[in-house]
C-alpha cells in the first residue's frame, strides 16, 4: 500500500497583459484625479477660500455656492433617513431572532 504524502499543487500561472493593464491603470488614474478635483471644489466652496482654481471650475460648470450647499444638505437628509432605517431594520431582526424557539437550545 502506497504511504500518504501530501500533494503537489501547481501554482496558477499567468501572465498579465500589459497593454490592458496599463489601459486599466490609465483610466483609473484618471477617475481618482476626477474625483479629487470634485472633492477640492466642494471642499473649497463650503470652506471660505478664494482660489481661482475652485473659482474657475464653479464658472465653468455654472455652480454657485449655494447650490453645492443645497445638494449636500440633500445627501445629509438622505443619509439620515438611510441609518434611521439601517438601525430600525436592525433592531427588528434581532428581536425577532431572540423570539425564535429553536435557538433557545
Not at 500500500?1 to 501547481?10: N, Y
Not at 470634485?38 to 465653468?60: C, D, K
Not at 444638505?73 to 425564535?100: E, T
Amino acid at each position: 500500500m502506497d504511504k500518504s504524502r501530501q500533494r503537489k499543487h501547481t501554482g496558477i500561472k499567468s501572465r498579465l497583459n500589459i497593454y490592458r493593464e496599463t489601459i486599466v491603470f490609465l483610466a483609473s488614474s484618471v477617475l481618482w484625479l476626477y474625483c479629487l478635483m470634485v472633492l477640492f471644489v466642494v471642499a473649497g466652496s463650503i470652506l471660505p477660500v478664494q482660489n481661482h482654481f475652485i473659482q474657475l471650475v464653479r464658472v465653468i460648470l455654472n455652480i454657485e455656492k449655494s447650490d453645492i450647499m443645497t445638494i449636500l444638505s440633500y445627501f445629509g437628509i438622505g443619509s439620515v433617513i438611510i441609518i434611521i432605517y439601517f438601525l430600525l431594520a436592525f433592531n427588528i431582526n434581532s428581536k425577532r431572532k431572540r423570539a425564535l424557539p429553536h435557538e433557545q437550545a
